[in-house]
């Protein structure tokens, strides 16, 4: 984009209005809110300044790397924050149309700081912002986010920013050859990490929720980024870019948006489902017959494939994440692989952190969220599918059976209760752990509880008042007994 002059003071009834639209919308990770009465181009206008201005602080970069997803609203927010980049003296590298992993990809080929126009898997009526440091660091309230909050409300007057608009951004304000290189080395990056180039004789099927994953079909499998395609069936579902999710929602976590791939998958007698999200930076597994596979489970796979891959180029003891709500399984597998396994708290700004300090090669999260040194630290759910993909295609095993070993352990899933006050009620579930058949009381994120063969996690919400639990057993009996009981502790203190 070409420059502009800076625009007056805002007056103070702006800088309320913009600071009471950014109070909901801007979380402990990133930034979401509804359009337009929580965001609008101002409001983006505001957040690229701020972006541009908290940037400058730390890593004195003169550029942002602005890419955006294929919601209605997302090119006139990409324009709008673009603007905000350059009124405060800086530059927008554009990138147009791409799926989160992308913009992180971009942010460390190109060592700048980025933002991603998305809302992820929330609903139509939701945009935001993901921001990352140079090189894709996470970038979190505490580390970079709580200053561009604090500093958008005071952004000059926007000039000409773009009202919410379903047209593409401009191609002249497009960089093209910035766009065209993260491509070509995205895929690059993706099939030389796996092989899956080298794939044959099968059949996968891809949910594309109408999101971006719908693009990187044509991207990694196809030739749309000047590679040969595949030499195995992929089947697209749902793979036009439309924000409006015609079709279902590109939200994986819920089961019935999983059900159009399942039957796809048993229909089309395909080896393997991938289910993305809208950004298309998660993804979820099908197996042959249609079930859902544990996120902890391929993860642990995954683990285990990139330790040998770290071991092979010399690393003693690779150290790989996983977030406290993953199974068992996970810190056991890492350890039977010669590798370490370091916990975290939930969320990937801190896990981006831990990523660089520990030196790890790889995290992840039971959230299906998949963070790879070779990518930056960040995550990346197509390469973890890739990962999927090839580790199938060299066992000759079917999905189902290729992830059992790694599987051992039940699981809750996350179960969500509207509190009056979250503080309160972890307090006292930690004072009353002692009805519970444990002494280990753990406080990394929220309070965990670990028995000899389960554990309970209960942990606020960072964004909404909720408090969240996961529970996981050896056995289903006993996975509903402890669900039950911790349930009923946390229903009697809604109040």
């Given at each position: 984009?070409?420059?502009?002059?800076?625009?007056?003071?805002?007056?103070?009834?702006?800088?309320?209005?913009?600071?009471?639209?950014?109070?909901?919308?801007?979380?402990?990770?990133d930034?979401?809110?509804?359009?337009?009465?929580?965001?609008?181009?101002?409001?983006?206008?505001?957040?690229?300044?701020?972006?541009?201005s908290?940037?400058?602080?730390?890593?004195?970069?003169?550029?942002?790397v602005?890419?955006?997803?294929?919601?209605?609203?997302?090119?006139?927010?990409?324009?709008?924050?673009?603007?905000?980049?350059?009124?405060?003296?800086?530059?927008?590298?554009?990138?147009?149309?791409?799926?989160?992993d992308?913009?992180?990809?971009?942010?460390?080929?190109?060592?700048?700081?980025?933002?991603?126009?998305?809302?992820?898997?929330?609903?139509?009526?939701?945009?935001?912002?993901?921001?990352?440091?140079?090189?894709?660091?996470?970038?979190?309230?505490a580390?970079g986010?709580?200053?561009?909050?604090?500093?958008?409300?005071?952004?000059?007057?926007?000039?000409?920013a773009?009202?919410?608009?379903?047209?593409?951004?401009?191609?002249?304000?497009?960089?093209?050859?910035?766009?065209a290189?993260?491509?070509?080395?995205?895929?690059?990056?993706?099939?030389?990490?796996?092989?899956?180039?080298?794939?044959?004789?099968?059949?996968?099927?891809?949910?594309?929720?109408?999101?971006?994953?719908?693009r990187?079909?044509?991207?990694?499998?196809?030739?749309?980024?000047?590679?040969?395609?595949?030499?195995?069936?992929?089947?697209?579902?749902?793979?036009e870019l439309?924000?409006?999710?015609?079709?279902?929602?590109?939200?994986?976590?819920?089961p019935?948006?999983?059900?159009?791939?399942?039957?796809?998958?048993?229909?089309?007698?395909?080896?393997?489902?991938?289910?993305f999200?809208?950004?298309?930076?998660?993804?979820?597994?099908?197996?042959?017959?249609?079930?859902?596979?544990?996120p902890?489970?391929?993860g642990a796979?995954?683990?285990?494939?990139?330790?040998?891959?770290?071991?092979?180029?010399?690393?003693?003891?690779?150290?790989?994440?996983?977030?406290?709500i993953?199974?068992?399984?996970?810190?056991?597998?890492?350890?039977?692989?010669?590798?370490?396994?370091?916990?975290?708290?939930?969320?990937h700004?801190?896990?981006?952190?831990?990523m660089?300090?520990?030196?790890?090669?790889?995290?992840?999260?039971?959230?299906?969220h998949?963070?790879?040194?070779?990518?930056?630290g960040?995550?990346?759910?197509?390469?973890?599918?890739?990962?999927?993909?090839?580790?199938?295609?060299?066992?000759?095993a079917?999905?189902?059976?290729?992830?059992a070993?790694?599987?051992?352990?039940?699981?809750?899933?996350?179960?969500?209760f509207?509190?009056?006050?979250?503080?309160?009620?972890?307090?006292?579930?930690?004072?009353?752990?002692?009805?519970?058949p444990?002494?280990?009381?753990?406080?990394?994120?929220?309070?965990?509880?670990?028995?000899?063969?389960?554990w309970?996690?209960?942990?606020?919400?960072?964004?909404?008042?909720?408090?969240?639990?996961?529970?996981?057993?050896?056995?289903?009996?006993?996975?509903?007994?402890?669900?039950?009981?911790?349930?009923?502790?946390?229903?009697?203190?809604?109040?």
């Amino acid at each position: 984009m070409t420059g502009h002059s800076p625009g007056a003071h805002p007056s103070p009834e702006l800088v309320e209005a913009r600071a009471i639209a950014l109070e909901p919308a801007v979380g402990a990770y990133d930034i979401r809110g509804r359009i337009p009465d929580q965001l609008d181009t101002d409001v983006l206008f505001a957040l690229g300044w701020a972006t541009a201005s908290a940037m400058a602080e730390h890593h004195s970069s003169a550029e942002v790397v602005v890419g955006h997803d294929m919601r209605p609203s997302s090119p006139g927010f990409a324009q709008a924050f673009a603007s905000g980049i350059e009124s405060a003296g800086h530059r927008a590298v554009l990138l147009g149309l791409c799926s989160t992993d992308q913009l992180y990809f971009a942010s460390g080929i190109f060592e700048l700081p980025g933002a991603m126009i998305t809302a992820s898997h929330n609903p139509a009526d939701y945009n935001g912002i993901k921001i990352c440091g140079p090189r894709a660091a996470g970038v979190s309230l505490a580390s970079g986010l709580g200053r561009i909050k604090e500093l958008a409300p005071q952004a000059p007057i926007r000039g000409n920013a773009p009202e919410i608009s379903c047209d593409a951004v401009p191609e002249v304000d497009i960089d093209k050859a910035a766009a065209a290189e993260m491509r070509e080395r995205y895929v690059e990056r993706i099939r030389s990490l796996t092989h899956v180039d080298e794939v044959t004789g099968m059949k996968i099927v891809v949910d594309c929720g109408n999101g971006m994953a719908g693009r990187l079909l044509g991207e990694v499998f196809h030739t749309d980024a000047g590679f040969t395609a595949v030499p195995f069936d992929v089947i697209g579902l749902f793979t036009e870019l439309d924000g409006t999710f015609p079709n279902h929602e590109a939200n994986p976590l819920k089961p019935e948006n999983l059900l159009d791939v399942a039957r796809a998958v048993v229909d089309e007698d395909a080896d393997l489902g991938l289910a993305f999200d809208g950004d298309a930076d998660r993804c979820f597994f099908i197996d042959e017959m249609g079930q859902t596979l544990s996120p902890s489970a391929v993860g642990a796979l995954v683990a285990e494939r990139e330790i040998a891959r770290a071991k092979a180029a010399g690393v003693a003891e690779p150290v790989v994440i996983h977030n406290l709500i993953t199974s068992r399984t996970v810190p056991s597998t890492i350890t039977a692989a010669g590798g370490r396994a370091v916990r975290s708290k939930v969320g990937h700004s801190g896990i981006k952190t831990l990523m660089r300090t520990e030196g790890a090669v790889f995290a992840c999260e039971h959230s299906a969220h998949f963070y790879f040194d070779e990518f930056y630290g960040a995550d990346s759910g197509m390469l973890a599918a890739c990962h999927l993909i090839a580790a199938l295609a060299k066992t000759g095993a079917p999905a189902s059976r290729l992830v059992a070993d790694y599987d051992l352990y039940v699981q809750s899933g996350e179960i969500n209760f509207t509190v009056a006050d979250p503080d309160s009620v972890l307090t006292a579930f930690a004072a009353e752990s002692g009805h519970f058949p444990t002494n280990t009381v753990d406080e990394l994120d929220g309070i965990g509880l670990q028995g000899e063969d389960w554990w309970i996690n209960l942990r606020k919400s960072n964004t909404e008042p909720l408090v969240r639990l996961n529970v996981e057993a050896s056995d289903p009996q006993r996975l509903r007994e402890l669900t039950a009981q911790a349930s009923d502790f946390v229903k009697a203190r809604r109040q």
